[in-house]
């Protein structure tokens, strides 16, 4: 009842030789049209639930599809309904599968009786199974469009289904793929791409860093896959959104901190981390740099600007923030090597854990906990005297550590938890607010000969810098004095 499938987007220079390709393969075709089911108020969207009626050229099937704790997997659930004239939803056949009972009453709960057409799809599909090793894997190519009254969305798109194997194989697979057409991974299903068609929208859901439930009883490693896997999952659909052309600056900034915390995980356990590939950190950074200036630009314009407008600022345009090579958003993530490192990652997180004997792994973080936390108060005992440098590794060490401490929260109290974060934000705060300024001081010395009027704001941001240093170090003396709960 588990779904594992990988979808990717195809350029438009690639798609009618991909297309030749599959009829080559003498692939088979299948005509879908479908009805995706939800409430006014989205009740099934906002959990990422599908509930759809698919007509498979004469037979009617109806579908119940949950996501589940793994990026790759999904809880799938499909049953017969026959040869039947455009049936209506039927919810009383789930009645003998508690578990998709379980997600309808959660996801529902009163609001059954709502359930109404959300939109519909009508796809022509060419199928072709193939066996790879031990795997056999089914390819489809959709070639079709998504309506929603006078809307309509096309599709075009591969995916890549493990009806038997391992996803190791499966990833193997697909990566040759990759190269030659130039595929680039989508981890949007049709039903969220629906959904968003139906509200009308141009810009994809943000997607947030998600809680980490960890078990006491978790290995080592069991637990540096579960991080790696929920740093996945907070980073792959910011991804896609800014490689589909449909983001703003919190996607961006959203993706930068994704990447942090996938770099955090690797660098903070170590010993775990031999085990995978050494380029990763490398390319996570490479790709954290590309995002960079973006981001700087949107934090200061929403940031700073209203700050500075607010002190009567003359001028107040940021000036553009010099790049050693032009960068496109979008292709970032569309690129061969970008799309490769992210099925290396999830190739990992999916392949089984070592079993331990001995659930070493709370024991080891304490001690990696208290080497941060000891690390800033080290800092914070002098701040005001550290160089700029100095202060932004301060920072780092500060993101470094809040990261870890969400990542390991549950296998903590919660209050000690919630009450050493809150003074772990306040100083994360008030040092990114000083790295902008510094960025800001930067761009506008750059142009100050030009524009006198610029020396207001100069002088607006050392005022600002010293006020921001002074509530830092107060900040980071409570957190010295603050109980560490491990």
């Not at 588990?2 to 080559?24: D, G, V």
């Not at 009383?92 to 609001?111: C, D, E, F, G």
């Not at 031990?134 to 959709?142: F, K």
């Given at each position: 009842?588990?779904?594992?499938?990988?979808?990717?987007?195809?350029?438009?220079?690639?798609?009618?030789?991909?297309y030749?390709?599959?009829?080559?393969?003498n692939?088979?075709s299948v005509?879908l049209y479908a009805k995706?089911?939800?409430?006014?108020e989205?009740?099934?969207a906002?959990?990422?639930?599908c509930?759809?009626?698919?007509?498979?050229?004469?037979?009617?099937?109806?579908?119940?599809k949950?996501?589940?704790?793994?990026?790759?997997?999904?809880?799938?659930?499909?049953?017969n309904?026959?040869?039947?004239?455009?049936?209506?939803l039927?919810?009383n056949?789930?009645?003998?599968?508690?578990?998709a009972?379980?997600?309808l009453k959660?996801?529902?709960?009163?609001q059954?009786?709502n359930?109404?057409?959300?939109?519909?799809?009508?796809?022509?599909r060419?199928?072709?199974?193939?066996?790879y090793?031990?795997?056999?894997?089914e390819?489809?190519?959709?070639?079709?469009?998504?309506?929603?009254?006078?809307?309509?969305?096309?599709?075009?798109?591969?995916?890549?289904?493990?009806?038997?194997?391992?996803?190791?194989?499966?990833?193997?697979?697909?990566?040759?793929w990759?190269k030659e057409?130039q595929?680039?991974?989508?981890?949007r299903?049709k039903?969220?791409?629906?959904?968003?068609?139906a509200?009308?929208l141009?810009?994809?859901?943000?997607?947030?860093?998600?809680?980490?439930?960890?078990?006491?009883?978790d290995?080592?490693?069991t637990?540096?896959?579960?991080m790696?896997?929920?740093?996945?999952?907070?980073?792959?659909?910011?991804?896609?959104?800014?490689?589909?052309?449909?983001?703003?600056?919190?996607?961006?900034h959203?993706?930068?901190?994704?990447?942090?915390r996938?770099?955090?995980?690797l660098?903070?356990?170590?010993?775990?981390?031999?085990?995978?590939?050494?380029?990763?950190?490398?390319q996570?950074?490479?790709?954290?740099r590309?995002?960079?200036s973006?981001?700087?630009?949107?934090?200061?314009?929403?940031s700073?600007?209203p700050?500075l407008?607010?002190?009567?600022?003359p001028?107040?345009?940021?000036p553009?923030i010099?790049e050693?090579?032009?960068?496109?958003?979008e292709?970032?993530?569309?690129?061969?090597?970008?799309?490769?490192?992210m099925?290396?990652?999830l190739?990992?997180v999916?392949?089984p854990?070592?079993?331990?004997?001995?659930?070493?792994?709370?024991?080891?973080?304490?001690?990696?906990?208290?080497?941060?936390?000891?690390?800033?108060?080290?800092?914070?005992?002098h701040f005001l005297e550290?160089?700029?440098a100095?202060?932004?590794?301060?920072?780092?060490?500060v993101?470094?550590?809040?990261?870890?401490?969400?990542?390991?929260?549950?296998l903590y109290?919660?209050?000690q938890v919630?009450q050493?974060?809150?003074?772990?934000?306040?100083?994360?705060?008030?040092?990114g607010?000083?790295?902008?300024l510094?960025?800001?001081?930067?761009?506008?010395?750059s142009?100050?000969?030009?524009?006198?009027?610029?020396?207001?704001i100069?002088?607006?941001?050392?005022?600002?810098k010293t006020?921001?240093?002074?509530?830092?170090?107060?900040?980071?003396?409570?957190l010295?004095?603050?109980?560490?709960f491990?």
């Amino acid at each position: 009842m588990n779904e594992i499938e990988l979808k990717f987007q195809i350029p438009l220079t690639e798609q009618k030789r991909l297309y030749q390709w599959f009829l080559s393969k003498n692939a088979r075709s299948v005509a879908l049209y479908a009805k995706y089911y939800d409430t006014p108020e989205r009740h099934l969207a906002q959990q990422h639930i599908c509930l759809r009626q698919r007509l498979q050229d004469k037979t009617w099937i109806q579908t119940l599809k949950a996501p589940s704790q793994h990026q790759l997997k999904r809880f799938e659930l499909e049953i017969n309904l026959g040869e039947l004239d455009n049936p209506a939803l039927d919810l009383n056949i789930y009645h003998a599968h508690p578990k998709a009972q379980k997600i309808l009453k959660h996801s529902l709960a009163k609001q059954a009786k709502n359930l109404t057409v959300h939109f519909e799809t009508e796809v022509n599909r060419l199928v072709h199974l193939v066996q790879y090793k031990q795997a056999e894997i089914e390819i489809s190519l959709d070639r079709g469009e998504i309506r929603q009254d006078l809307r309509s969305l096309a599709i075009y798109e591969i995916e890549f289904e493990l009806k038997q194997g391992s996803v190791h194989q499966l990833i193997e697979f697909i990566q040759p793929w990759i190269k030659e057409y130039q595929l680039w991974l989508d981890v949007r299903s049709k039903a969220q791409r629906g959904d968003a068609l139906a509200q009308d929208l141009d810009v994809s859901a943000v997607q947030f860093a998600m809680p980490l439930y960890l078990k006491q009883q978790d290995s080592s490693a069991t637990a540096f896959k579960k991080m790696l896997n929920n740093a996945l999952q907070h980073l792959l659909p910011n991804a896609t959104a800014l490689a589909a052309k449909q983001y703003n600056s919190e996607h961006i900034h959203q993706t930068r901190v994704a990447i942090r915390r996938l770099t955090t995980i690797l660098r903070t356990f170590t010993e775990e981390a031999k085990a995978v590939d050494a380029n990763w950190q490398a390319q996570l950074k490479t790709l954290f740099r590309q995002l960079s200036s973006t981001r700087d630009r949107d934090a200061l314009t929403e940031s700073l600007l209203p700050k500075l407008l607010a002190a009567g600022a003359p001028y107040v345009e940021f000036p553009q923030i010099a790049e050693p090579q032009a960068v496109v958003i979008e292709d970032i993530f569309r690129t061969v090597d970008t799309v490769n490192l992210m099925l290396a990652l999830l190739q990992f997180v999916h392949q089984p854990a070592e079993k331990s004997k001995k659930p070493i792994f709370k024991k080891q973080l304490s001690k990696k906990l208290q080497t941060l936390h000891r690390q800033i108060c080290t800092d914070a005992a002098h701040f005001l005297e550290l160089d700029d440098a100095s202060r932004h590794r301060t920072r780092k060490r500060v993101k470094r550590l809040r990261y870890v401490v969400e990542l390991v929260a549950a296998l903590y109290t919660t209050k000690q938890v919630k009450q050493y974060l809150k003074a772990l934000k306040v100083v994360q705060e008030n040092l990114g607010e000083y790295n902008d300024l510094i960025v800001a001081e930067t761009l506008f010395q750059s142009i100050v000969q030009r524009k006198q009027k610029v020396w207001f704001i100069l002088g607006w941001i050392a005022n600002e810098k010293t006020y921001v240093l002074q509530q830092a170090q107060l900040h980071l003396a409570k957190l010295s004095k603050t109980k560490t709960f491990w």
